[in-house]
């Protein structure tokens, strides 16, 4: 027991840039609290003294404001930080190196016994106010954005964003950094006469993802149509193709609006106004 409170102090250390002194975490970190407490009513509860697991654990609820049942099991080096209103059910498991903040629910969706609270790898950091519920897994070293609501297992090394939460694997080739730069997308920028991804490649952002797969899809098949109009001329000189409705940018003011995009015309104007505001202002004297 000793050792495991040896090992959660060093792991606020390793953690929390604002550590600053051994005393200082035994006396004003409830996280740290927290999973002492825990450690205690973990021990009892195994032992079969239900009442005083689960008073000490409400004892430990009442000064840190985290709630963890006593028979969760949780591993080594576990680290909430800041803690409040955090909650994990009676069958969660959390493994080794796992780190909480504030807000996080370890939830069951069932009122049946058995296995009802997630299962956490080694190694995960789960964001400020997310919600994980169900009897899922969490791979090691995934990592769950701030608010998002996890009710589907996450695959080792990934990361899940949103309501519901989406899955955003994690890049295994450094070469794909360069994505946004690919030549179809500038051609596809360069005919709509903005940049229609919005968003970078590198953005954790599922939808966004989606978009730029139907863009790449949309302009391969582009590409495609015009080589088939080549090849068909080739054969036959009297062929022609009527032309493809042009792509306004005004039919995008809505999508770029909401997202705030600094290249749309509201944007435009706006500039244009400030300029005009300028060059009318007549200079101090």
Known sequence: MLELIKEDIRSVFDRDPAARTTF????????????????????????NLKWLARFNSTLARW??????HPGAQIGRRFFIDHGMGVVIGETAEVGDDVTLYHGVTLGGTTWNKGKRHPTLGNGVIVGAGAKI??????????????????????PEGAT???????????????SNDAVSDRPERAAMRDKLGFDAYGMGEEMPDPMARSLHAVLDHIQSVDDRIDRMCLALRKIDDTFRTHDLPSLDRDDFIAALDELDYPCSPRHDAADKRDATDDHDTPPRK
């Open 24 to 47: 200082e975490v035994l006396t004003t970190y409830p996280g740290l609290h927290a999973v002492m407490a825990h450690r205690i009513s973990h021990r009892l509860w195994t032992r």
């Open 63 to 68: 000064l840190t404001g985290i709630e963890i």
């Open 133 to 154: 519920l169900g009897p899922i897994t969490l791979g090691d070293q995934a990592r769950v954005g701030s608010n998002a609501v996890i009710t589907k297992d996450v």
């Open 160 to 174: 899940a964003v949103g309501i519901p939460g989406k899955v955003v694997k994690q890049r295994k080739d450094a």
